[in-house]
């Protein structure tokens, strides 16, 4: 009997010691799994950004815009954009250097897209950037190469309808080249510029020999060889972009470019935010 | 006068039984305070492991939304400050008081300092130190741009790659 109550007398204390222990490694052991299932929430909603915005980057390559009561999406063709590759001219010897010509050229599109009084300055950080990197590889944007060189983005968005970046070979279409763009390419007052785009649109300056004769009649001086030589009239466009507005705002960039076969490939996409409705 | 003897435990028993409750009440108090001890170390531990976890899922956020360079890489570059190792990420995001989304450097401090992140943007610098535990960092390039990022504390390690 005696026996007996000492038994469960020394029973108790040992028993609620090992409960204690126990709910200590429970304790910590459902912190740690807690966490895991809220890392695991994190990942699976992380795939599910991805996934919607592989669904938004595929808009592109169907060249349909989107129309819903928030989002909405506008298609642009790049082609008679200025080619920031351009800038920079690789000697047989592998030196690369920058072309002074297409310098001027960047400095009065950046003066004339983004109204910035330090066009100079920005065109200077860009062919910088350019002789030390190039040649460019695929996925490179302009959004990219703004933040690179830590230029505000509200400059860099004021610049996006002129300037493009892309392998050296995908030259300036002059067809669908802006005035904005022919004049700084040219260097022509506006009303040159007006009736060059309207012989361009007209099909009254098919070619190179054509806009050559043309342009050296308005400057006899000049030499636009090296100029036409990143130059193409094509009707069809070899780099489009498409802007997606959630709400009116821009939310995504989406850049598609046409490899050597002519099939469209994804270039660089930047998601400001992804919706997710 | 008639003695009856209600049978109950001798003083021996009884001293015996007291020295011996005595003796496990002090044994039970030793280890109740080093079950609260372990219980606070391993609490810390697990908090700083989680902590860690979690600066490595930032990092991880941080590198997957860097803008490119040039060569169509994360424009990503590390490099050693003394005793600690410093990531510098460009991005963009959004500037933290202004809410408004602009290009951005963030730089994250790790080492015997703990670790430390800053946010430079047009706005100016925001910081904020995630940790004063003094860490070691490993990097190893497992591919040009494949890197594997080592938190090592006396306690524990982590690890995670990332692709740049």
Same mark, same amino acid.
């Given at each position: 009997? $005696?026996?007996?109550?000492?038994?469960?007398? /020394?029973?108790?204390?040992?028993?609620?010691?090992?409960?204690?222990?126990?709910?200590?490694?429970? $304790?910590?052991? @459902?912190? @740690?799994?807690?966490?895991? $299932?809220?890392?695991?929430?994190? @990942?699976?909603?992380?795939?599910?950004m991805e996934s919607k915005q592989y669904q938004f980057e595929q808009l592109i390559f169907e060249n349909k815009n989107i129309q819903n009561s928030k989002i909405s999406s506008q298609i642009a063709p790049l082609s008679g954009f200025y080619n920031i590759s351009f800038l920079t001219h690789t000697d047989v010897e592998g030196e690369t250097r920058l072309v002074e010509e297409q310098f001027q050229i960047l400095t009065r599109l950046i003066a004339r897209c983004a109204s910035v009084s330090n066009a100079t300055i920005v065109a200077n950080s860009i062919s910088t950037y350019m002789v030390?990197?190039?040649?460019?590889?695929?996925g490179f944007g302009l959004l990219d190469l703004f933040n690179e060189l830590s230029l505000p983005l509200d400059?860099?968005?004021? %610049?996006?309808?002129? %300037?493009?970046?892309?392998?050296?070979?995908?030259?300036?279409? %002059?067809?669908?080249?802006?005035? $904005?763009?022919?004049?700084? @390419? /040219?260097?022509?007052?506006?009303?040159?510029?007006?009736k060059l785009a309207l012989y361009l649109a007209g099909g009254e300056i098919p070619n190179s020999d054509a806009l050559k004769l043309y342009l050296s009649q308005l400057d006899k001086e000049k030499d636009f060889d090296a100029l036409l030589r990143n130059t193409n009239f094509s009707t069809s466009i070899d780099h489009k972009a498409l802007v997606l507005f959630e709400n009116g705002e821009t939310f995504g960039y989406l850049d598609a470019i046409k490899d050597a076969r002519g099939l469209w490939e994804k270039n660089r996409s930047v998601f400001l935010w992804t919706p997710m409705d | 006068?008639?003695?009856?003897?209600?049978? !109950?435990?001798?003083?021996?028993?009884?001293?015996?039984?007291? !020295?011996?409750?005595?003796?496990?009440?002090?044994?039970?108090?030793?280890?109740?305070?080093?079950?609260?001890?372990?219980? #606070?170390?391993?609490?810390?531990?697990?908090?700083?492991?989680?902590?860690?976890?979690?600066i490595f899922e930032?990092?991880?956020?941080?590198?997957?939304? !860097?803008?490119?360079?040039?060569?169509?890489? #994360?424009s990503v570059k590390f490099s050693q400050l003394q005793d600690d190792f410093v990531f510098e990420i460009k991005r963009f995001g959004l500037a933290p008081k202004t809410k408004q989304i602009t290009g951005m450097t963030v730089k994250w401090r790790m080492g015997a300092n703990g670790i430390h992140k800053s946010i430079s943007s047009s706005e100016g610098v925001s910081e904020r130190q995630y940790s004063k535990n003094k860490l070691s960092i490993n990097i190893k390039n497992f591919a040009p741009h494949i890197l594997k990022l080592e938190i090592k504390t006396d306690k524990f390690q982590k690890s995670k790659l990332f692709i740049l």
């Open positions: 009997m $005696i026996g007996h109550s000492r038994q469960n007398a /020394f029973l108790l204390p040992l028993a609620l010691l090992s409960l204690l222990v126990v709910s200590i490694i429970t $304790i910590n052991g @459902y912190l @740690y799994i807690q966490n895991h $299932i809220s890392s695991l929430s994190q @990942y699976e909603k992380s795939l599910e030390a990197n190039a040649p460019v590889h695929k400059v860099g968005i004021k %610049l996006l309808p002129c %300037l493009r970046i892309a392998p050296r070979s995908y030259s300036l279409n %002059l067809k669908l080249a802006s005035h $904005i763009t022919l004049n700084s @390419y /040219f260097d022509l007052n506006a009303a040159d510029v007006a | 006068m008639i003695m009856r003897r209600i049978s !109950a435990f001798t003083l021996i028993e009884l001293l015996v039984s007291l !020295a011996l409750s005595g003796l496990l009440l002090v044994i039970i108090n030793q280890q109740l305070q080093n079950s609260f001890f372990l219980n #606070k170390q391993i609490e810390d531990q697990l908090e700083f492991k989680l902590q860690v976890e979690t930032h990092l991880s956020a941080d590198i997957k939304s !860097a803008t490119l360079t040039a060569n169509g890489h #994360k």
